[in-house]
C-alpha cells in the first residue's frame, strides 16, 4: 500500500480530482496548505506599496491506494497540475503499514476498497 501527496497550484484542483476519478482512484482528502519552493515566495503589489508573499497558498491531496494505483495516481496528478511554471508542485509517494477502516475494523488492501 501507498501514500500518494501531492501539493500543487489551488488553480489546478478540479482537473487533478477529475483526472484521480478517471484513472479510477477513489478515496482522497485535500488540504489547503501555504509554503515555498525555489520560488521562494513573490513579491506583489498593493495600492501602490511594494510586499514579499513568503508563504504561497497551495493545495495538498492524499489518496492511499494499492502498490499497483500509486503510479496511475501519480501520472493522472502530474497531467492535471502541470502547467509548466515554476511553482507547478511536487508528488511524494510513500509505503504505508497499515490502515484501518475505523467503522468496520478492515485492515489494509481491504480498508482501501470502497
Not at 86 to 99: E, M, N, P, Q, Y
Amino acid at each position: 500500500m501507498k501514500l500518494v501527496t501531492a501539493i500543487f497550484k489551488p488553480s489546478r484542483l478540479d482537473a487533478v480530482i477529475d483526472a484521480l476519478s478517471e484513472a479510477g482512484v477513489s478515496g482522497l482528502t485535500v488540504s489547503e496548505v501555504r509554503g515555498y519552493g525555489r520560488q521562494q515566495g513573490k513579491t506583489e503589489v498593493y495600492r501602490g506599496a511594494e510586499y514579499e508573499v513568503r508563504l504561497l497558498p497551495k493545495v495538498k491531496i492524499e489518496v492511499a491506494c494499492a502498490d499497483e494505483e500509486a503510479e496511475r495516481a501519480a501520472e493522472a496528478i502530474i497531467g492535471a497540475a502541470n502547467t509548466g511554471t515554476i511553482g507547478d508542485g511536487k508528488i511524494f509517494i510513500r509505503a504505508l503499514d497499515t490502515v484501518i477502516r475505523i467503522r468496520t475494523g478492515e485492515r489494509d488492501e481491504k480498508a482501501l476498497l470502497s
